[in-house]
């Protein structure tokens, strides 16, 4: 970790320590410029590499603080423009849909911050166009997702559209995301890990700590052991998402293999946890749903597990194993 990453991490730590609210702290958030991590200072961000941007991703979920982190630095890079202040786009990933020049007409559902944002960012398969969410042709319908986080409905009928032609392609802006939402699944398990070993090292069961119980501890390096193994997995794409020279069939390799880790340590880690904590963890005075329910919510975000084991799938099968062998099993 970098010196800089470590004072980004030491910042958030302290933001989560003071914040009174941990759902509300999006304000202070943009205030000292944590949303603009990873953009150009002459492009309206606050520097940084995208390794910063993932540090800052993870960290902010890790101290269980609800943002539309993923969402803003994601729209801003697609824009390749940050955006001022405390307003931002939301994103969605369409890969079937056939984006007109002018107009579009579709329907999106769980679309993640929608009613607070300013626009909607759509990514399809080759084009990256932006919707404003003010227009007359467009619907917001208000909703939550199982980990009671703000998301939408969207309805566009034939609302314009505009052609974010300028910035990165659609691919770029898919990895991207994808490297953000795994940050956040981590830093979510990394809280979950990080409660339920506070938990099994002082609840004592026969005068002694549930840790020192063999098959505690055991499911208790499972986690992690998974979660550390999806980081490492994180680090390699980011890695090779910021080189320049990485072969675009290596970045993608590397890409979903991180998202598919991060999906498959969130869905281990949000079990076993539950399983150390037994009947406390499942009640609402207790902290652990609120990274539990978020690992649910977030495994499948944008696109799924099993649709990035897809897509992996028929890579390989359509370019061969050994153009992906080195990205995805290192």
């Excluded at 630095?73 to 202040?85: E, H, K, L, M, R």
């Excluded at 969605?92 to 944002?117: G, M, Y």
């Excluded at 619907?139 to 034939?158: F, Q």
């Excluded at 339920?196 to 020192?212: I, M, N, S, W």
Aim: glycine share 8%; with cysteine.
């Amino acid at each position: 970790m970098s010196e800089f990453a470590r004072e980004l991490t030491d910042l958030i730590r302290n933001l989560a320590a003071d914040a009174g609210d941990a759902g509300s702290v999006w304000g202070q958030v943009c205030e000292l410029g944590l949303a603009g991590i990873g953009m150009p200072e002459d492009k309206g961000g606050s520097g940084g590499s995208l390794a910063d941007l993932v540090v800052v991703v993870r960290e902010l979920a890790r101290a269980g603080l609800s943002t539309p982190i993923v969402e803003a630095s994601t729209t801003s890079y697609s824009a390749d423009a940050a955006v001022a202040g405390e307003s931002f786009d939301t994103i969605v990933v369409a890969p079937d849909l056939d984006v007109p020049s002018k107009a579009v007409t579709a329907n999106f559902i769980q679309v993640p911050f929608a009613d607070r944002a300013d626009g909607l960012v759509i990514v399809t398969a080759s084009s990256v166009v932006s919707v404003r969410l003010a227009g007359e042709s467009v619907t917001v319908e208000p909703g939550h997702d199982i980990a009671g986080l703000p998301d939408a409905r969207v309805s566009l009928a034939g609302a314009s559209v505009a052609h974010l032609s300028g910035g990165p392609g659609a691919a770029q802006v898919l990895n991207r995301l994808a490297l953000a939402r795994s940050a956040s699944l981590l830093g979510t398990a990394w809280g979950a890990y990080e409660l339920t070993r506070k938990y099994v090292t002082e609840r004592e069961q026969f005068g002694a700590p549930l840790v020192k119980i063999p098959a505690v501890s055991t499911a208790l390096a499972q986690m992690a052991v998974r979660t550390r193994f999806a980081q490492s997995a994180l680090d390699r794409a980011t890695a090779a998402c910021a080189d320049v020279h990485t072969p675009e069939t290596r970045r993608f390799g590397a890409v979903s293999a991180a998202r598919i880790t991060a999906a498959t340590a969130a869905t281990l880690v949000a079990r076993t946890s539950h399983q150390l904590h037994g009947a406390v963890g499942i009640t609402a005075e207790y902290g652990l749903h609120r990274y539990t329910s978020k690992l649910w919510a977030l495994r499948d975000a944008d696109q799924s597990e099993f649709a990035y084991s897809r897509r992996l799938g028929a890579r390989v099968r359509d370019e061969g194993e050994i153009e992906l062998w080195e990205s995805i099993s290192a």
